[in-house]
């Protein structure tokens, strides 16, 4: 059986994004983690409430994030832990719809994103953070 390409960078992103283990001088951090295929679920079943609750408490109607506040809850960041370590039993094989893909994809992305600057914070911004060639990068 052959992959189409973009089922390889569905798989190849599912390694990079939801089990990502990176440096920052010296010291390793992990979003995530492992889960077995007899433990992955269709993307159709993967409950997205938990971060839509924290997008709700912590991101304004100008989609301003307060990540100060955020950062100070040990729960709420507990909790954006929880629903990415969800987020790896995400299955790139199991029939999905479109919708549910793109949901997953994109809550994923931002989910990470925010997981990465609530680590830095306090910064200016996300670009202080990415590497131009090699090294640490959100």
Same mark, same amino acid.
């Not at 960078?9 to 939801?18: D, E, N, P, Q, T």
């Given at each position: ?14 390694? *990079? ?24 679920? *269709? ?9 839509? *609750?924290?997008?709700?408490? =912590? ?7 307060? =990540? ?8 709420? @960041?507990?909790?954006?832990?929880? =629903? ?8 790139? @094989?199991?029939?999905?719809?479109? *919708? ?12 990470? @994103? ?15 953070? @990415? ?8």
């Amino acid at each position: 059986m052959t992959l189409k390409t973009n089922q390889f960078a569905l798989i190849i992103g599912v390694f *990079s994004i939801l089990y990502v283990t990176t440096c920052d001088a010296g010291n390793k951090w992990s979003v995530g983690k492992n889960v077995s295929s007899s433990d992955q679920v *269709s993307m159709d079943r993967i409950d997205h409430n938990a971060w839509d *609750s924290l997008l709700r408490k =912590y991101v304004d109607t100008n989609g301003n994030v307060d =990540y100060t506040s955020w950062q100070r809850s040990t729960t709420d @960041t507990r909790k954006l832990d929880e =629903y990415l370590n969800t987020m790896s039993h995400a299955s790139t @094989t199991a029939r999905a719809t479109k *919708s549910a893909q793109l949901a997953f994809w994109i809550n994923v992305y931002n989910a990470v @994103t925010i997981k990465g600057i609530l680590r830095e914070y306090p910064t200016t911004s996300i670009r202080n953070h @990415t590497a131009k060639l090699l090294g640490y990068n959100i």
